[in-house]
């Protein structure tokens, strides 16, 4: 383990920890959720804004490049209270069109000397028409991001129909990158449903589909689309593996659009625990950087943290701020 990630783990984590990781879970959004509890927690938790870090995520302003990525809240549930620490976007889902269970053998298992996860839940949701009214009904300070699973063009269409009838939702991202036990949609068959989209667009790539992405990036570049890479890591008959295992192949996957493409925006996701990480993956020409398995080993505080680093990192390296830091590693590959 890279020797900066030691100590990032609190020590009422590791206690928390003791615990198995579903009920940890359950207790985790039981406080999330409850807005009298955040309260006392907010002070330590909320993200510091800082003009430095402003961006522009395809045409929308957000006030920093860190977000909550998609299998955290999963029906909207947690926006009203979480979304009011600062977080550059917020993302909910995934959701399918249908009511869907998810796999019969559920598994969440931490990986704690790797800084992973491993999952194998399938996408259970509660279909789009439960998780409408949080979505028509949602105030708060983030912009949300919906994270869809079709599963045909057709529920895709339908999918983005819907979507475009609800205001508070500012972005979209597809899955069609589920590790484990989904039916996911070929690439090729969401490229075509997907032309010029009314809300900006993120399709969600697995590690698979970066054998094409010359292909692949050069048809969101002509149709305005964005990518966020990777999903979790496909373990054969077990699930997909999320956290620090990952990291390596967010950052070479980054590495190899902006190859290809230096216009589709790139949301980074995968094994980002601290600043440093996300400013690396900004100078490789990452847009925006969002974290989920960090909050198993850094808590909810993770968000805060990771920002803080973020601007320490900045000022050490000698950037004044995000926008000039973005893409300097293939700047410098230039010169």
Not at 12 to 22: F, G, M, N, Y
Not at 156 to 172: G, H, M, P, Q
Not at 273 to 299: F, H, P
């Amino acid at each position: 383990m890279d020797r900066t990630l030691d100590g990032v783990r609190p020590f009422w984590v590791k206690l928390l920890h003791l615990l198995p990781p579903s009920m940890s879970h359950k207790l985790g959004i039981t406080v999330l959720k409850d807005e009298r509890l955040l309260s006392i927690i907010k002070r330590f938790i909320r993200i510091p804004r800082d003009e430095r870090l402003v961006i522009e995520l395809m045409g929308i302003r957000i006030d920093n490049p860190i977000g909550l990525a998609a299998g955290y809240d999963k029906d909207g549930i947690l926006y009203p209270s979480l979304s009011t620490i600062g977080l550059g976007f917020y993302t909910i889902g995934s959701v399918t069109l249908k009511p869907r269970r998810g796999n019969r053998k559920k598994l969440l298992r931490r990986l704690s000397k790797e800084l992973g996860l491993l999952n194998s839940l399938g996408i259970p949701s509660k279909g789009f028409q439960a998780v409408k009214p949080y979505l028509k009904n949602a105030r708060g300070r983030s912009p949300i991001m919906l994270n869809i699973a079709p599963t045909t063009p057709e529920e895709l269409r339908s999918l983005l129909e819907k979507v475009e009838e609800i205001e508070a939702v500012r972005f979209v991202e597809v899955n069609i990158s589920c590790p484990n036990n989904f039916k996911n949609m070929e690439i090729w068959e969401a490229l075509e449903a997907m032309k010029k989209p009314e809300k900006p667009v993120f399709i969600k790539l697995g590690l698979d589909h970066m054998r094409k992405i010359d292909e692949i990036a050069n048809v969101c570049e002509r149709n305005g689309l964005g990518l966020t890479v990777l999903n979790a890591l496909k373990v054969d008959g077990k699930g997909g593996v999320s956290g620090l295992p990952l990291y390596p192949y967010t950052l070479r996957a980054v590495n190899e659009i902006r190859k290809v493409s230096e216009k589709v925006p790139v949301i980074a996701v995968g094994g980002v625990l601290t600043g440093r990480q996300a400013l690396e993956l900004i100078k490789a020409g990452a847009d925006a950087i969002g974290i989920l398995t960090a909050m198993v080993y850094r808590g909810p505080s993770v968000f805060r943290n990771v920002v803080e680093e973020l601007i320490h990192e900045l000022e050490c390296q000698g950037f004044e701020d995000l926008k000039q830091a973005r893409g300097y590693g293939l700047r410098s590959e230039e010169v």
